[in-house]
Structure formats: C-alpha cells, structure tokens
C-alpha cells in the first residue's frame, strides 16, 4: 500500500478508513504477461495476449481466485 493509500487506511475520518479493498493505480493490482519461461514480456498485455490468442496460443490468466486458461475461439478469430 502507497502512503498516500495508507494515510487513507489509516484515517477513521476518511470513506476508506479500513477498506480492505483500498488501492490506486500505484499500488493496486498490476497487469502483465510472462512467456513460458516466465520471463515479462515488455509491450502491452492486453494486446500481447490477444494476439497470442489469435495465433492459436493458450493464455492462462492468474487472479485472486487461482488461473483460467483462455483458448482460441470462433469470436476471436
Ligand atoms: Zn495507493
């Protein structure tokens, strides 16, 4: 948590005073994409994997809630 955020968490005057779910684009989640070897690849992800996608490629997609795997569809082609 940023201190700005932390400020925030700390204040029992402020809306976010003990939110849980208290971040900003600083410190909050972060997008990004590793190859297989787990190396970050440097261009956008969003983009990166749907071309990945297209290319017949499976992208796994890891959240708070464990991994889904996304492979290629009809829609996405
Ligand atoms: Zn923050």
Redo the contacts with the bound molecule.
């Keep these: ?2 201190p ?2 932390q400020c925030e968490y700390r204040r029992p005057d402020d809306r976010r005073f003990h939110a849980e779910a208290n ?2 684009p ?3 989640p972060q997008l990004f994409l590793l190859d297989a070897e787990g190396h970050r690849l440097p261009d956008d992800p969003l983009a990166t994997a749907l071309a990945m996608l297209r290319q017949g490629k499976i992208v796994a997609i890891k959240g708070l809630g464990g991994f889904s795997t996304w492979p290629v569809t009809h829609a996405m082609r």
């Design positions: 948590m940023c700005r955020c971040c900003c600083k410190c909050g």
